[in-house]
């Protein structure tokens, strides 16, 4: 009570002052604080004037509690608490390396389920993707400039035009048949009947050429390519079967073979002399 009544008094003093200082400007600072200090001495505590608080510096910063992590040192001695075992304790699987947390699909050691039952079924290694690619489509394109069809239109062509995307064939197909008007000339993957047969009354030529991933990848981007390889030929024999077809218009066909070379099929390796001129 008696400390409560003291500062209260002293608050009462600093106002009063406070009051004084206003009133009475041409009074010097030193004669201000000798009155405040006697004042202060008379009611027996003793008045102290604030200091302003410190600008904030780039000395004074510092990170929040709990945002850095120390890092743990392990195996620097059994002193330091993570020595020997490091904190891992006494064997055990979460003791191992690499292997505390096993991965999906495992039952503690006995057999998975993934494991019991067995494979069916097997991937055909000889599959292949081929996109569709219809007539009308290909008129659209030499209306607007797109394709030649003065030159043979081959997969090259087609890729380039941005006519179809695809990663390993095309295969023709008749859809929109009626709104092809020009005769040309296809070298594609595959081609159904009645395509072959719309193209071929307006006077054009379909022929079914084979590629494989490294003359496809040849044909369409030489450029990386010093020497172009050799096209090879159909593996399998159901392969060989189809492109030995007359009637699917197979570029090994008897009727085809003799009067017709494709254009895209490299029966020799060739060098790419445009990608010699740039290396020498």
Not at 41 to 55: A, D, I, T, W, Y
Not at 148 to 157: R, Y
Not at 217 to 225: C, D, G, Q, T
Not at 228 to 241: E, Q
Request: glycine share 10%; net charge positive.
């Amino acid at each position: 009570m008696l400390r409560l009544g003291l500062s209260r008094s002293v608050f009462q003093l600093q106002q009063q002052f406070a009051t004084k200082l206003a009133l009475s400007s041409s009074m010097s600072r030193s004669a201000i604080h000798t009155t405040i200090s006697s004042k202060a001495s008379e009611s027996g505590s003793v008045f102290q004037v604030s200091r302003p608080s410190k600008l904030l510096s780039l000395n004074d910063l510092r990170d929040n509690k709990g945002a850095r992590k120390v890092k743990k040192r392990l195996g620097r001695g059994h002193g330091s608490g993570h020595g020997k075992t490091s904190g891992r304790g006494q064997k055990g699987q979460n003791s191992r390396a690499g292997n505390g947390k096993p991965g999906p699909g495992f039952e503690g050691g006995q057999t998975p389920l993934t494991r019991v039952f067995p494979k069916r079924g097997f991937k055909n290694p000889f599959k292949r993707d081929l996109q569709p690619l219809n007539l009308d489509k290909i008129q659209h394109w030499i209306n607007t400039g797109r394709l030649d069809p003065s030159k043979p239109i081959t997969l090259k062509q087609i890729y380039d035009s941005n006519l179809v995307r695809f990663k390993d064939g095309v295969t023709l197909l008749a859809r929109g048949g009626e709104y092809l008007s020009t005769p040309v000339t296809l070298e594609v993957t595959e081609a159904s009947k009645k395509a072959v047969e719309i193209v071929e009354a307006l006077g054009g030529k379909v022929v079914c050429v084979y590629h494989n991933r490294l003359a496809l990848r040849a044909l369409l981007k030489p450029e990386k390519f010093a020497v172009l390889p050799k096209s090879a030929i159909p593996a399998t024999v159901k392969m060989k079967k189809r492109y030995m077809d007359y009637e699917r218009r197979g570029f090994l066909a008897p009727g085809i073979k003799d009067s017709y070379k494709p254009v895209s099929f490299n029966f020799e390796r060739v060098a790419n002399d445009n990608v010699l001129a740039q290396k020498f």
